[in-house]
């Protein structure tokens, strides 16, 4: 079984690797083209029996209406979709919200629905009348469950969070088998598979890349590494227990939390050192979010505790005053327009200590404070971006240190 994602979230993702045993894959169609997004789903779904995607939001929410939609999506691959629909405090009336969903775009094939939150028997055979009246096909429900709780998004997939995750996980799927039609789901949303001629990446002279990847580090797009694993080889390291930097052309430290770990980050002095040495040696390194935060001079956590990093960027990253920062990104640089997502608490101190590289802009097109830095070879800033279609190291060209 290969899981999707519709749009940019990176946790929800590891969720779905936990659940399936497969690592999931984000569709976007905000931060990459069309032909793109089919031929990532043609690309990983062509040997699996099953390929779930998951929704974004409400099904035909979108950054501006329904562009980049869960509808959208399903449109573009051309699949079927499954509702789940809330029934908490509701029977009969579901007809009418079923019936929207079902004809509000002519092209879209809705086929059946789950309902959550069911109080008992007799209350799923009323969703049931509702179903009927529409032409939905009606495929189970999943009873109310207090102890079903998801564990808070900002806890990290700590080996606790992971556990619980787990026995959550099985508690779940014993639900699904049963109260939900299994059987039956898979025969009202089995289509047939069009497998896409792989477009070819631009080839390089082979890359020796470092990656950040561990509990403290774990925001990434699967097909940014899968991407990378075509220019080069590719090491994983891990800034909570190993002592050494790869030896590597360029490092990627991706986001992640390291404010909850930055007391264990901090101990591991030999590893910061040679991050900094490697970075004023004009070592290249791509941070992102979290990956940045590794690289200010410390971490001010919520506890309002400080931890010295590597020491690299001349700011304070914090989270004693903690607010979203939520959105697409997107910016124009070496003639080409790059885009990503934000998504944190923390931020900077003194974040003018650095001039920003370029302007960034939201999905609107309308500027935005956040910035994107860089210190001799080391781009910084808050955006995870995507570059499953794009060469990313050309971001370093065309300023006097070209990376190959």
């Known amino acids: 079984m290969q899981p999707f994602k519709c749009g940019p979230d990176y946790i929800d993702t590891q969720f779905h690797t936990l659940a399936s045993g497969s690592q999931s894959v984000n569709l976007d169609t905000w931060m990459a083209s069309e032909e793109h997004v089919r031929e990532v789903y043609s690309r990983y779904g062509a040997d699996s029996d099953v390929c779930v995607t998951e929704g974004v939001m409400g099904l035909f929410d979108g950054y501006d209406r329904m562009k980049g939609s869960t509808a959208e999506i399903a449109m573009l691959i051309k699949v079927p979709v499954v509702l789940v629909v809330n029934a908490s405090s509701t029977a009969y009336s579901v007809a009418a919200l079923l019936f929207g969903f079902k004809h509000f775009h002519p092209q879209l094939n809705v086929v059946g629905v789950v309902f959550n939150q069911v109080s008992s028997e ?3 055979r009323f969703l049931e009348e509702a179903c009927r009246e529409v032409g939905i096909v009606s495929l189970g429900y999943m009873p109310k469950n207090e102890g079903i709780r998801v564990p808070s998004r900002h806890l990290g997939l700590t080996l606790m969070v992971k556990r619980k995750m787990e026995s959550l996980i099985e508690e779940v799927a014993d639900m699904v088998q049963a109260y939900v039609d299994v059987d039956r789901l898979l025969e009202i949303t ?6 896409l001629p792989e477009k070819e990446n631009l080839r ?9 990847y561990d509990a403290a580090f774990n925001f990434v797009f699967r097909e940014n590494i899968d991407g990378l694993k075509k220019q080069g080889t590719v090491s994983f390291f891990s800034p909570l227990k190993d002592k050494h930097l790869p ?15 930055a007391s ?6 030999q590893l910061m050192e040679e991050i900094k040495t490697y970075a004023e040696r004009d070592g290249k390194i791509l941070a992102e979010c979290g990956g940045m935060m590794f690289l200010t001079q410390s971490i001010v956590t919520d506890k309002r505790k400080e931890y010295p990093m590597c020491g690299v960027l001349p700011f304070k990253s914090t ?13 124009d640089m070496q003639g ?17 200590a650095l001039p920003s590289m370029a302007k960034l802009k939201n999905a609107k097109g309308k500027e935005v404070d956040t910035s994107i830095y860089r210190y001799k070879n080391v781009i910084a800033g808050y955006t995870h971006w995507y570059w499953g279609e794009k060469d990313i190291f050309k971001l370093w060209e065309n300023n006097g240190t070209d990376i190959y």
């Open 247 to 261: 030896i590597a052309d360029w490092v990627y430290l991706p986001g992640g939390y390291p404010e909850l770990f």
């Open 204 to 212: 390089r002279k082979p890359m020796k890349i470092a990656v950040a």
């Open 122 to 124: 007799s209350h799923y």
């Open 319 to 331: 989270m004693s005053q903690a607010h979203l920062h939520l959105g697409y990104r997107s910016m």
């Open 336 to 352: 080409e327009t790059w885009k990503g997502h934000e998504f944190h608490y923390s931020e900077l101190e003194n974040p003018e």
């Open 264 to 269: 264990r980050l901090q101990r591991n002095k």
């Open 190 to 195: 089995s289509v047939s598979f069009t497998i």
